[in-house]
């Protein structure tokens, strides 16, 4: 991953609302949620939620697939696991057994995914 797509991923989840919907979605899988509902969920106006969801997909970090009306909103594991990695690619000096639970939460993302394949 390169420093630029980093910083992307990053600025788009420093902001609450914004790291909210990000939470949210990872509790949901990757089964998702219309847009409507997360906006319920997490009671901010539904367009304020679509400039939200909208950065979040510009980063790299969810995505949106069309369902008939709705718009259903799902975690990107593929970009989540990227920057994880990213962030614990040079762990500890060489010793990643000291970033313990970060490096699991890290690997679950594809773990879950191959179980999937």
């Given at each position: 991953m390169e420093i630029e797509k980093a910083i992307d991923a990053?600025?788009?989840?420093?902001?609450?609302?914004?790291?909210?919907?990000f939470r949210l979605l990872v509790r949901r899988g990757p089964q998702g949620?219309?847009?409507?509902?997360?906006?319920?969920a997490l009671v901010v106006p539904a367009n304020t939620m679509s400039a939200?969801?909208?950065?979040?997909?510009q980063a790299g970090l969810v995505r949106g697939e069309r369902r008939g009306r709705?718009?259903?909103?799902?975690?990107?594991?593929?970009?989540?696991?990227?920057?994880?990695?990213?962030?614990?690619k040079d762990c500890c000096q060489g010793h990643p057994e000291l970033c313990g639970a970060g490096r699991q939460?890290?690997?679950?993302?594809?773990?879950r995914q191959k179980r999937r394949a």
């Amino acid at each position: 991953m390169e420093i630029e797509k980093a910083i992307d991923a990053l600025s788009a989840l420093a902001q609450r609302s914004r790291l909210e919907v990000f939470r949210l979605l990872v509790r949901r899988g990757p089964q998702g949620m219309p847009a409507g509902e997360i906006a319920e969920a997490l009671v901010v106006p539904a367009n304020t939620m679509s400039a939200h969801l909208a950065i979040l997909s510009q980063a790299g970090l969810v995505r949106g697939e069309r369902r008939g009306r709705s718009v259903i909103y799902s975690v990107d594991f593929g970009g989540m696991n990227e920057v994880m990695t990213f962030l614990m690619k040079d762990c500890c000096q060489g010793h990643p057994e000291l970033c313990g639970a970060g490096r699991q939460a890290a690997d679950c993302a594809p773990a879950r995914q191959k179980r999937r394949a």
